[in-house]
């Protein structure tokens, strides 16, 4: 007689719902699941909202989770969250956006100054040294967002292009 393995179950805390970035992190992180036999809970509010935030990774807590990753659209607020999922013995991640003044288990994406001024020379060599840039993010606010709109800025160092934004678009 063989013996079945529980499944695992984690849960993912996106910042915003409803937009097209998110989507897209919902179905990768849906086929991921399915290609390793996990379980996904994947929420999060329909506006940015902190509170609302913490309340669905605090909701989340209160399930049978092993894991939990979430966006940190403001870093500053997840320390007693992700205490409080420590506490229970949940593995923690932040993705796209870190948290790392917390206890968090670790951090997966990008170096978002990084990635912003990459971007920026890229458009940098297409428009030259002046001119106007406006600028567009899905969602004001996130630190990845901030961080990726420093980097952009920097590869414009030292020339007149003007910036009009953050937009949300």
Same mark, same amino acid.
């Given at each position: 007689?063989?013996?079945?393995?529980?499944?695992?179950?984690?849960?993912?805390?996106?910042?915003?719902?409803?937009?097209?970035?998110?989507?897209?992190?919902?179905?990768?992180?849906?086929?991921?699941?399915?290609?390793?036999?996990?379980?996904?809970?994947?929420?999060?509010?329909?506006?940015?909202?902190?509170?609302?935030?913490?309340?669905?990774?605090?909701?989340?807590?209160?399930?049978?989770?092993? +894991?939990?990753?979430? /966006?940190?659209?403001?870093?500053? =607020?997840?320390? %007693?969250?992700?205490? &409080?999922?420590?506490?229970? $013995?949940?593995?923690?991640?932040?993705?796209?956006?870190?948290?790392?003044?917390?206890?968090?288990?670790?951090?997966?994406?990008?170096?978002?100054?990084?990635?912003?001024?990459?971007?920026?020379?890229?458009?940098?060599?297409?428009?030259?040294?002046?001119?106007?840039?406006?600028? +567009?993010?899905?969602? /004001?606010?996130?630190?990845?967002? =901030?961080?990726? %709109?420093?980097?952009? &800025?920097?590869?414009?160092? $030292?020339?007149?292009?003007?910036?009009?934004?953050?937009?949300?678009?």
């Amino acid at each position: 007689v063989g013996t079945t393995e529980e499944k695992i179950r984690i849960g993912y805390v996106v910042h915003v719902t409803g937009i097209e970035f998110t989507a897209i992190v919902e179905d990768g992180a849906q086929d991921a699941a399915a290609d390793y036999g996990v379980e996904l809970v994947f929420t999060g509010p329909p506006a940015t909202d902190n509170a609302a935030q913490i309340a669905e990774f605090d909701a989340l807590l209160e399930t049978d989770l092993d +894991g939990i990753v979430f /966006i940190a659209g403001d870093p500053a =607020v997840w320390a %007693e969250p992700v205490q &409080r999922a420590k506490n229970k $013995g949940i593995v923690v991640l932040t993705a796209d956006t870190d948290a790392p003044e917390t206890d968090r288990d670790a951090f997966f994406g990008v170096d978002a100054v990084g990635l912003g001024r990459t971007l920026g020379e890229q458009v940098r060599s297409l428009i030259g040294d002046t001119g106007k840039i406006v600028l +567009g993010v899905c969602v /004001i606010g996130p630190e990845s967002h =901030v961080l990726r %709109e420093r980097g952009f &800025r920097s590869a414009f160092e $030292g020339t007149s292009v003007e910036f009009v934004g953050p937009y949300e678009t």
